[in-house]
């Protein structure tokens, strides 16, 4: 048992990432330090779902210099499923511009409030009742 655990020890790395990023998330009062968290939880998704898609001995699914047909058959086990790999790509970019977006609206808010302190922005906004 305690083999099995140390030998995916990968996985217990994107958990401990993943729980890191989600207490800045719920734990922190600064805006900036929930963003950084956000983007660590996303990279710990990332990491994993490209993790999960290795297989030993495997190669890319690339057909290249041979005559695949009439009959014969393709040996799918030794070749890599590249969808993963894809979707997570797509996530970067995603994430990219999620961290963009925020950014640019804390800059906004900042502008606004003269803080990133989460606590001090409810109590103008309740002081002031905007």
Do not use: C
Not at 85 to 109: C, D, E, K, N, Q
Not at 119 to 129: A, H, P, Q, S
Request: hydrophobic share 50%.
């Amino acid at each position: 048992m305690l083999d099995y655990v140390i030998s995916k020890y990968n996985f217990w790395i994107y958990v401990i990432l993943m729980m890191i990023g989600l207490y800045a998330m719920i734990g922190k009062r600064n805006l900036i330090k929930k963003l950084i968290g956000m983007n660590i939880f996303q990279s710990a998704v990332i990491l994993f779902y490209v993790s999960i898609s290795v297989k030993a001995g495997a190669t890319v699914p690339i057909l290249s210099g041979h005559s695949y047909g009439h009959g014969e058959l393709i040996e799918v086990a030794k070749y890599l499923n590249p969808l993963p790999h894809v979707l997570m790509l797509t996530a970067i970019v995603v994430s990219i511009a999620t961290t963009g977006v925020a950014l640019a609206t804390l800059i906004l808010i900042y502008r606004r409030y003269n803080t990133l302190e989460e606590d001090e922005i409810l109590k103008i906004r309740r002081d002031t009742g905007v």
